[in-house]
């Protein structure tokens, strides 16, 4: 409004009024729009739920991400005609639609399994309260004007990043409900269903605990109702937050080409990708230092007080997600030097900070002072044999953590040949060597952040190899991190300093994704949706180990686990066994509990005038050429025709201990078998005692010679009753005998490429 204007009479009231009437317009313009995208949302969150497709919850969710590019066009565009770049309104929409979808999943939620509502009345809620805080902020923030010279959010960028975190969501929705995964689900149900608060979290090396944050953020996937597999990828899209956080805190160390860089260099598969796949508390381990690094850039540049405190509650949070973190203590520690030497610090300010780095292990502090085990369970740690370090340990580990888990995946899971995968491998290593000179040459230009970096890398690796004998897969994700980002900003900067074009580093990274990132992630999916992970425990639990030889292994996956709830519950009177029974014993039973609290189910045992069904993996079953009887998840489902050994029989879930069986690395001992072959019938040999004894060692006879197994895989040996007229003996070796199951059943016809008895 002009000077004249405000001088004339009335002119405040016209200005006003004119005001008023823009208003109104743009309110009825976001009305449109807004239920043009409430009839996207409303179609498929029906069309889902109706066909049975999904339920109401899930189907919400996507409804409301199939709304958001008709919503983003249409405000940007029409309803607030914003002169703001397309690029930077559409991150700023992003995440305004993340708080909208948070709210909507918590009203759906609280309403649906909360309160028992049906769930259309629940979401017309939702659509009145969700659209009034878009409106605010959209109108406040996403699409006004760019104000600041401050690194934009560029459309490659965006679409590369939101691929990056889809690929790893989609890992963590087939992930593998393991037994770690299942206790930590199971102890998060009970502080649901007994309405308490756990003071500690996970068992640490059998000896700590850590804080109970992870439990508390697992309670309050399941109250909203998640189970497992809402759960799992809800903690993979928290966990996909690493691509943003190190993206733009890259953009805001050397610019948008270190930012990228350093973003693609962590979806590259090594053994960080193992988190998305053996999912626990150290998936998160990524975001908080992803956190930790943007929050202390911003203090060093600017020595704004609130960032330290960010800094110093996400590297809590990132000790919390594992302690090894802490031999990366350089990095906060400098960036907080470097924002103190800008401007100094308040006692206030240091106190907020403190209070903000001990908040995270507060409650597990008060249990262990209660409990007067502060430092017994440090000292317990100090005295294993584990903890037994070494420094010849630290140039394997930085193989491990350059080419070594990229040729792992490479050969052992999407099987490349050896010498290509030496090709990227190594090729993968000069590049981040080359990235390493680029930031010393920085740090002799000045670049003190590059310092701090190089500082955290030279110390945490050492630190590494000391405190521990063998290195698993999570324990080592946080060094790589720095790692990473540290030959990120060497190669970003020298982009940068020669004035790079960002379509260049654009395409580099797309080129790394398709060519390594999607084939790992379609592999193991594809693994996953057949039960027949090619799982080995050596190196995946030790890193600087020699590959230990592969065997299928059939393991259930948390989007299998709906499958499994569901018949599970329908099923509430079956005894179950074979590889599917392992699972349900491993896992606690937990996806049954969440979805009916199913109390009645049986694992293994002779349970007369019961149904008995042997669930094995899909390709064993292909392999033996029998149909499922009912599929669940990665599982063929078919009745048992025997039962040959008396088994204990188990009810998953009753024992809470960890591990629910009880664990025998002892003695083993020797039983023996006679079994009456059945021409038509397989002869099913389980062992349910996985990561609690000793693989068994099974030989078996029929007269003077020896039968070998016609399929096996880590869980299950399946043998030919018609290759022996007489009975057959089984003599079965292990600590935990009583365990190894026996059951037959009847065949279909006779698999092709089986050695035929003469």
């Known amino acids: 409004m002009s000077q004249s ?88 929409f992003l995440v305004v639609v993340v708080i909208g979808l948070l709210l909507n999943v918590l009203i759906m939620s609280a309403g649906v399994n909360g309160l028992g509502l049906y769930y259309p009345l629940v979401q017309m809620v939702a659509f009145a309260a969700v659209p009034v805080s878009n409106y605010l902020f959209n109108r406040a923030w996403t699409f006004r004007a760019k104000e600041s010279s401050a690194p934009g959010w560029p459309a490659a960028d ?59 953020l697992l309670a309050l996937l399941q109250f909203l109702g998640l189970e497992v597999a809402g759960s799992a990828a809800a903690v993979a899209c928290l966990a996909s937050l690493q691509f943003w956080l190190v993206w733009r805190a890259g953009c805001e160390w050397h610019g948008p080409n270190t930012g990228l860089l350093a973003a693609v260099l962590l979806a590259v598969p090594s053994w ?82 403190a209070v903000a780095g001990l908040l995270p292990f507060a409650p597990v502090m008060i249990d262990a002072l209660q409990s007067a085990e502060l430092f017994s369970g440090l000292g317990d740690y100090l005295g294993q044999e584990q903890s037994r370090g070494s420094l010849s340990a630290v140039l394997p580990l930085a193989w491990a953590l ?12 999407l099987e490349w040949p050896q010498w290509l995968a030496w090709v990227l491998a190594v090729s993968y290593t000069l590049a981040l060597v080359l990235g390493l000179v680029g930031s010393a040459v920085r740090v002799r230009q000045g670049d003190r952040i590059s310092l701090v970096m190089l500082i ?75 039960a027949e992970w090619p799982f080995a425990t050596m190196p995946v639990f030790n890193v600087i180990a020699r590959p230990a030889l592969h065997q299928p292994h059939p393991f259930l996956s948390v989007r299998g686990a709906a499958d499994s709830a ?131 060692e099974v030989v078996v006879h029929c007269g003077e010679k020896t039968i070998s197994p016609v399929a096996s895989d880590r869980m299950v040996r399946v043998y030919d009753g018609a290759r022996c007229n007489s009975h057959l003996v089984f003599r079965i070796e292990s600590a935990l005998a009583e365990y190894i199951t026996l059951t037959a059943v009847k065949k279909v016809g006779v698999a092709s490429g089986l050695e035929q008895p003469p």
Not at 62 to 68: D, L, Q, T, Y
Not at 402 to 413: A, D, H, P, R, T
Not at 615 to 622: D, Q, V
Request: aromatic share 10%.
């Open 566 to 696: 569901s018949w599970l519950c329908s099923h509430d009177h079956a005894v179950v066994h074979g590889a599917y029974a392992v699972s349900l014993i491993h896992s606690y039973g937990i996806e049954g509990r969440l979805h009916c609290e199913l109390n009645r189910l049986r694992v293994g045992g002779q349970h007369r005038g019961q149904e008995h069904w042997l669930g094995l993996a899909l390709p064993m079953l292909e392999k033996l050429k029998l149909p499922a009887d009912e599929r669940v998840g990665g599982f063929g489902l078919v009745r048992v025709e025997r039962v040959l050994t008396p088994a204990p029989a188990l009810r998953p879930g009753d024992h809470q201990e960890y591990p629910p069986l009880p664990a025998n690395f002892g003695t083993p001992v020797v039983r023996r078998h006679n079994v009456n072959a059945g021409a038509h019938e397989w002869l099913v040999l389980t062992d349910m005692t996985f990561g609690v004894a000793r693989p068994a």
């Open 402 to 413: 350059s080419g070594g888990g990229l040729k792992y995946w490479l050969v052992q899971i």
């Open 158 to 216: 965006m679409l590369l990043l939101c691929a990056m975190s889809a690929l790893v969501v989609l890992l963590g929705f087939y992930s593998i409900l393991h037994l770690d995964l299942a206790r930590d689900l199971n102890m998060a149900a009970a502080m649901v269903a007994d309405h308490s608060w756990l003071l500690k979290g996970p068992e640490l090396a059998g000896s700590m605990h850590l804080g109970p944050a992870w439990y508390w």
């Open 272 to 353: 960080s990708l193992y988190q998305f796949v053996l999912m626990t508390h150290p998936v998160l381990l990524g975001t908080c230092l992803a956190a930790t690094l943007l929050a202390g850039i911003r203090f060093a540049k600017t020595g704004r007080g609130s960032q330290l405190v960010l800094t110093a509650l996400f590297f809590s949070l990132a000790v919390h997600a594992h302690p090894a973190s802490l031999v990366l203590a350089a990095m906060p520690l400098g960036l907080a030097v470097l924002g103190w030497s800008r401007s100094g610090l308040s006692l206030y300010t240091l106190v907020l900070a």
């Open 456 to 530: 955290t890398v030279a110390s945490g690796l050492p630190g590494l190899a000391m405190i521990r004998a063998f290195y698993p897969y999570y324990m080592v994700s946080g060094a790589g991190f720095c790692l990473v980002v540290l030959a990120a900003g060497g190669l970003g900067s020298w982009l940068e300093r020669r004035h790079a074009k960002r379509m260049f580093s654009a395409v580099a990274a797309a080129v790394v994704l398709m060519v390594l990132t999607v084939p790992a992630a379609a592999v193991t999916v594809g693994y996953q949706r057949l």
């Open 5 to 92: 204007e405000w001088r004339t009479p009335g002119g405040w009231r016209n200005h006003t009024w004119r005001n008023g009437i823009k208003g109104s317009s743009r309110l009825m313009r976001y009305g449109v729009a807004g239920l043009c995208s409430l009839l996207v949302h409303l179609l498929v969150l029906v069309a889902l739920v109706e066909s049975g497709l999904a339920a109401p919850v899930p189907a919400s969710v996507a409804g409301f991400a199939a709304s958001v590019a008709v919503s983003f066009i249409l405000q940007h565009r029409w309803v607030f005609r914003s002169s703001a770049p397309l690029a930077a309104s559409f991150g700023r």
